[in-house]
């Protein structure tokens, strides 16, 4: 898939059909994530992949919306310092995902103790955000438009709204 294509047709999912995702993908997927570039190459984050299904119930009712990890074919919890380098770690796993047709939505955190003392964390363990992944309920197909097409459909500001020179 183009690059472009995939920022431009990629939204956040929340409903997963019930059908795993490979472990050749999965493993992918995360490595999209350790390839992240960041600061002096310190690689600050850990990435928890939740499979105990009693563990990933628990881990439900930590983050905003429950539903998104129950039904979730793939639960990584990012551990480490919140910023940029985190960020970039993050968008790189949902955007290997996406492009192998694989649906993800970042899920927020009310209560970050909550979520690390349920993985069971030390004091020092930061969790940043929980992603679930999945194929989605219904079927997506990205290049029924072009990416400029999907930009246009977007539900964001206009870019001469967010865009100065200076």
Same mark, same amino acid.
């Given at each position: 898939? !183009? %690059? ?13 059909? !019930?059908? #795993? ?7 992918? +997927? ?31 009712? %930590? ?5 998104? +990890? ?35 939505? #970042? ?5 970050? !103790?909550? %979520? ?25 197909? #990205? ?18 709204? +967010?865009?100065?020179?200076?």
């Amino acid at each position: 898939m !183009d %690059t472009y294509l995939a920022v431009a047709s990629k939204r956040d999912e929340r409903r997963y059909a !019930d059908r #795993p995702v490979p472990d050749d993908l999965r493993r992918r +997927i995360l490595d999209g994530g350790r390839l992240a570039g960041s600061a002096k190459n310190r690689q600050p984050w850990r990435f928890l992949v939740v499979e105990d299904a009693a563990l990933r119930e628990r881990l439900a009712d %930590t983050v905003y919306e429950p539903s998104n +990890i129950r039904g979730a074919a793939l639960v990584v919890a990012v551990v480490g310092r919140a910023g940029l380098d985190a960020g970039r770690a993050i968008q790189n796993m949902m955007l290997v995902a996406w492009n192998e047709g694989v649906v993800s939505c #970042p899920n927020g955190l009310p209560d970050p !103790d909550a %979520t690390r003392a349920v993985l069971g964390l030390g004091e020092d363990d930061m969790v940043g955000i929980v992603l679930s992944f999945g194929y989605p309920a219904r079927p997506h197909d #990205p290049d029924r438009r072009s990416a400029e097409e999907w930009s246009a459909r977007a539900n964001r500001k206009p870019l001469d709204e +967010i865009v100065d020179a200076l």
